[in-house]
């Protein structure tokens, strides 16, 4: 009998070894947890809005989303990080136009590329900047800024978060489109940025529309134009500068998902499916429309690889006319 016995059951355990691998790849992301890297500290508009998906996600996903911080570099840290994992799907990254489309013609050094070292997932839409001045500034539109800016050359400064920050980059392409030579001055962030601004220490600023609409709502700052394609929700009575006439105006901050590179085409649509279930629920369709974050029309893996491939040199020929990088 044990003649027998014994190549039967090798046989049958060969049969569950040999088939546990494919059950293991049907059965993502039953596995363990999946970590959101978000490579900017806590507290800002990207980790807000990744931790309220991480929340939406775990229903379509049966599955628990961890977000984790993992700051530094202007996002190269988290992103490398995530660069760098293993391709199954349980490590992926919240990325911005910094890590995702700038950084790339930025930075002297990066061990990753946006357009060849992930698969994108999907992107979840932009948030606008808009230029504000403080009230002392005698400009109610963008001709009166720049009018104002040209027949006073050494009176207008704008703060950004820092050197090639989005902010920084806007007042480049403005001053470029409108003809004006408007002095940047760069600050440690966003909060050093607008109290300077506040405090009227500086003209004005290129920020985002989350971050400004509680003091043009008080007073405290003078809304010029939105510089993004189109208008925003939060503010639709408010033109873009591009509408002003400086044609083709465009510097937001975009959001998108990715995984490393060569991570399964099926794990890549599971979470593809999972973010536009959470993306549709009222509760964060609400919350886009209160922060001002337009969203995203394709919501494809390839809609947000082509529009990578768009953003990279459009900022790169931008960063490389006015010579700015970091080491």
Known sequence: MKRYFAPLFLAAATAVVAATPAVAADAYPTARPVTLIVP???????????????EKLREPLKQNVIVENRSGAGGNI?????????????????????????????YKKQNYNPETSF?????????PNILVVNPSVPANNMQELIAYAQKNPDKLSYASSGNGASSH????????????????IPY?????????LLGGQ??????????????????????????SAQRSDALPELPTLSEQGLKGYDVSVFFGI?????????????????????????VIEQTLRMQGIVEA???????????????????????????????
């Open 202 to 227: 500086v003209s004005m600023s290129f920020t985002d529309i989350l971050t400004a609409l509680p003091y043009i709502k008080t007073g405290k700052l003078r809304a010029i134009g939105l510089a």
């Open 297 to 327: 029309q394709d919501k494809t893996p390839q809609g947000l690889s082509t529009f990578i491939t768009t953003e990279v040199p459009k900022w790169r020929e931008l960063i490389q006319s006015a010579n700015v990088s970091i080491d």
């Open 258 to 282: 990715v995984a490393p590179k060569d991570t399964p085409a099926d794990v890549v649509n599971t979470l593809n499916q999972a973010f536009k279930t959470a993306l549709s629920d009222p």
């Open 169 to 184: 980059l806007a007042g480049i392409l403005f001053n470029r489109m409108a003809g004006t030579k408007i002095m940047h």
């Open 119 to 127: 698969a994108p997932i999907i992107r979840i839409g932009h948030l």
């Open 40 to 54: 900017f500290p806590p507290g800002g508009p990207t980790d807000a809005l990744a931790r309220r998906l991480a």
């Open 78 to 106: 988290g992103s490398e990080y995530v660069a760098s994992a293993k391709p199954d799907g349980y490590t992926i990254l919240f990325g911005t136009s910094g890590p995702l489309a700038i950084n790339v013609s930025l």
């Open 188 to 196: 440690k962030g966003t909060g050093p940025a607008l109290n300077d």
